[in-house]
């Protein structure tokens, strides 16, 4: 990532060719000089990581195959074309069919700096988003629980340590961490993957069904009871009971609960009966149930006991490295769910990525994907179509052609303004404002411009 971003430099002629090399070094590029396109080609190879910059008029294969060449190795290698013919029609065509940037010689040195830059910076963002896409693809193939922090690595690795022991687990983290993803896995790494996975949402469930619903009844336990009902508690045996929002289960339940976890057995509702069950039970709170001051209601004794293992999801703020591989993993999938081409991640979208706070976590990242995915996220890198190499918006890009032609021109006519202002025709007050607007010095031009 450090390295210097490099340039492929094309041009049959040795001084100019010197120059040019010099200029980009200086503005810090690892520049390779070829005195011909063909030699040029036997070298570039489609993970090139940097940008092309070719004369057009060359002896063999001129700058414009040259460039057709390239659009088939890898057709989003930008490829910055220079001339000293100032055919503007060529450059409109070239522009239209790819050419990332066309440049009229002469031209400050600067120019051709900036647009290499512009061109090294397009390039490195595609080439990040090539590598994203492969990571996510090898990351959804191996891996439900996504993350390469250190903290994400070590989570995994105590999950595979416990996920087959029966030790009960409570797993804290905010809203949308993934919390349902760690007690999943905690149920498909281990023997239990055979048994049913029970979720039940203590804070869903009004406390007038929460204990019929965990512990079941005998018919006639009580009015509208008419039928035997097996509870959740014991449907999960021999799987995993999953308890979410473990911090809004009422006070009366949670006595009862804690006698299952102690004693491994139920009393439905309405008998004397006593079932032995073999569960696993995994608990999750949004809360930190440790501390008393937001533990509330919570009985101690319960946290304790469930509190053998306790995992820790961190928020992921706190963990904001792995935002880009989770983010394209999301954006494959929507993409594929939608039926659409995956998008390229623009400038704006990643920006986003890593300045946002993302307090609903994972999930609300994975929604942003979703629009992301549809394009009504605002998102100048969306397009269903594939991308046309771009250099800016059209109406920048006339600009900087505007730009070009009046320096050209005065270029040509050595600063004369009269002389200027007939070869471009048009109006005294529009040339001057044009030339206000482009910061252009028309006294830089007079006598001393001396290269055609
Ligand atoms: N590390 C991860 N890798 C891949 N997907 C994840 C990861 N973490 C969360 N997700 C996905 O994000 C969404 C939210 O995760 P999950 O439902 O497990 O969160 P939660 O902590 O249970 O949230 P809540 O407290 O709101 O119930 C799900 O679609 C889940 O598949
Ligand atoms: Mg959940």
Redesign the pocket.
Known sequence: MNRAPSVFLVDDDRDLRKAMQQTLELAGFAVSPFPSAAEALAKLDPGFEGVVVSDIRMPGMDGLAFFRRIAELDADLPVILVTGHGDIPMAVQAIQDGVYDFIAKPFAADRLVQSARRAEEKRRLVMENRALRRAAEAASES?????QTPV?ERLRQTLRHIADTDVDVLVA???????????TLLHQWSRRRSGNFVALNCGALPETVIESELFGHEPGAFTGAVKKRIGRIEHASGGTLFL??IEAMPPATQVKMLRVLEAREITPLGTNIVRPVDIRVVA?A?IDLGDPAERGEFREDLYYRLNVVTLS?PPLRERRE?IPL?FS??LKRASERFGREVPEISAMVRDHLMTHAWPG???E??HFAERVALGVEANPGKSAAPPVPSNGTLPERLERYEADILKEALTAHRGDVRETLQALGIPRKTFYDKLQRHGINRADYGRGAEES
């Open positions: 891996l439900p629980l996504i993350g994400m983290g905010e809203t949308g961490s993934g919390k349902e993803v760690v007690a979410d929002e999750a949004k999801i792995d989770l993993h999301f976590n994972v999930r990242l994975s």
